[in-house]
């Protein structure tokens, strides 16, 4: 694959909330919406059924205004839940301990683009586990580039790959993201997913082993890869489940992470435990009380949760570490 400057353009700002309203939309509607917990948790349901279900811009404002009392209070509250770009970034893409640049070239005989992020070794270094990380339905965001820099400070060699790159590549529009997430074709995804394994296990600085962690989108990745073969470790955060019945073909071991007020998630993630479990699999499953989906996406302000992102991601690493070491 061929190198490509790191960087770019970054996201264009949240188009519900112009210029001119921002001191407005802080106002009191907006915070009671926000602290009142049976409000916040409706806000959130109905912010996540846009993202996941029906995407339309308009039936999201109508009802957060309802919800919220005024249009000015629902952008505020709308613009506290979904992700902001300015947010993205805990480690500095320049950080010095770290190697990192965006790649292009092809998988499976399309484009492909990933971001990478390795430690810069010195002397003689280990050979490293390799962590795949698929990216939420917004597709490969500042936010993802930074959880695989994350990664890499904890000694992984993380490769972040833009499964939206057959389609040109993620858009800075969020919603243009989405509409084209929902167009993917999935074989190809995978196909590409694992391309991207098969190689990155012969670089001189790989233990051998790779793994997945993915996020919401890419959490059901994680458990569709696990499904079809290719990793030696996966880890799904709050991702849709496949149907039971394909618990019998899972060959690696899985980290399940899931959020109690996530139902939607959960009405998949409970009959997969179960099959898993039915079936011998080896994995681990946890749901946190009190969060909701996305509580690791720390540019989300409403639904983030430090304490529990925290303790997810000691476990997440420590499993990765587990199967990926030599």
């Avoid at 770019?8 to 001191?23: E, V």
């Avoid at 000015?72 to 979904?82: F, H, K, N, R, S």
């Avoid at 749901?287 to 983030?304: E, K, L, W």
Wanted: overall charge neutral; hydrophobic content about 40%; charged content about 20%.
């Amino acid at each position: 694959m061929t190198r490509v400057p790191h960087g770019g353009a970054p996201p264009s700002p949240n188009p519900l909330l112009p210029a001119s309203l921002g001191a407005a939309a802080t106002g009191a509607d907006s915070g009671k919406a926000m602290t009142d917990p049976s409000l916040r948790d409706r806000a959130v349901q109905l912010y996540d059924a846009f993202t996941h279900e029906h995407r339309d811009r308009r039936t999201l404002l109508r009802q957060m205004t309802a919800l919220a009392g005024s249009a000015v209070a629902a952008e505020a509250l709308i613009t506290g839940i979904a992700a902001s770009p300015a947010a993205a970034t805990i480690i500095d893409p320049a950080d010095p301990r770290l190697m990192t640049e965006m790649r292009t070239g092809t998988q499976a005989g399309k484009p492909a683009r990933a971001y990478v992020a390795m430690l810069k070794d010195t002397g003689k270094a280990p050979k490293r586990g390799v962590v795949l990380v698929i990216h939420e339905n917004r597709g490969l965001t500042p936010h993802i580039q930074d959880v695989t820099r994350r990664l890499a400070l904890d000694g992984f060699l993380a490769v972040a790959p833009d499964l939206l790159a057959p389609q040109g590549g993620t858009p800075a529009d969020e919603d243009k993201a989405r509409e084209l997430i929902g167009t993917v074709d999935y074989d190809l995804a995978l196909a590409q997913a694992r391309a991207f394994a098969d190689e990155l296990r012969t670089l001189p600085q790989s233990s051998g082993k790779v793994g997945m962690i993915g996020f919401c989108w890419g959490g059901a990745f994680v458990n569709r890869m696990a499904v079809a073969g290719g990793i030696d470790a996966g880890v799904s955060y709050y991702g849709p489940a496949p149907a039971p019945a394909e618990a019998t073909r899972v060959s690696a071991p899985l980290l399940l992470q899931y959020a109690e007020k996530d139902t939607r998630v959960a009405q998949t993630g409970e009959p997969w435990i179960a099959a898993l479990k039915a079936a011998g699999k080896p994995f681990q499953a946890f749901t946190y009380p009190g969060v909701d989906h996305a509580f690791n996406n720390d540019t989300s302000a409403a639904r983030y949760d430090k304490a529990t992102a925290d303790l997810a991601w000691q476990r997440s690493t420590a499993f990765l570490h587990r199967y990926l070491d030599r």
